[in-house]
């Protein structure tokens, strides 16, 4: 089983940066895609970034190209969101995900795996 544990959430001005990580235990990270969605009340799961197995393909929704990275560090089990140039619109809960295969993809459908998910504020 694998499990996925978020943080680096938090508060902050717009126009600022955050970078969130998330950690996987149970099962080989190298086997795995990892991918960041994001939620508010009301909406349904947004893509906002995903990594191939070793980091040669990234992908990124349209709302944050140009402003988020997305990287993992096999070696500890970890993917990185770096988020900058933040506006209110961008306050969400962040999830990370984890589909087997290695692949890209942004329907949430194709992740097997969540974590609890962190809340990041934007203010204006």
């Known amino acids: 089983q694998v499990q996925l544990v978020e943080s680096g959430g938090g508060l902050v001005q717009a126009g600022g940066s955050l970078r969130l990580s998330c950690v996987q235990s149970?099962?080989?990270?190298?086997?795995?895609?990892m991918a960041w969605f994001r939620q508010t009340p009301g909406k349904e799961r947004e893509f906002v970034a995903g990594?191939?197995?070793?980091?040669?393909?990234?992908d990124f929704g349209d709302s944050v190209k140009g402003r988020f990275t997305i990287s993992r560090v096999n070696a500890k089990n970890t993917v990185h969101l770096q988020m900058n140039s933040l506006n209110p619109e961008d306050t969400a809960v962040y999830y990370c995900?984890?589909?087997?295969?290695?692949?890209?993809?942004?329907?949430?459908?194709?992740?097997?795996?969540w974590g609890q998910g962190t809340q990041v504020t934007v203010s204006s």
């Open positions: 995900a984890a589909a087997s295969g290695g692949g890209v993809a942004t329907s949430q459908g194709y992740y097997a795996y």
């Open positions: 149970g099962r080989t990270f190298l086997n795995y895609a």
């Open positions: 990594i191939s197995w070793n980091g040669g393909h990234t």
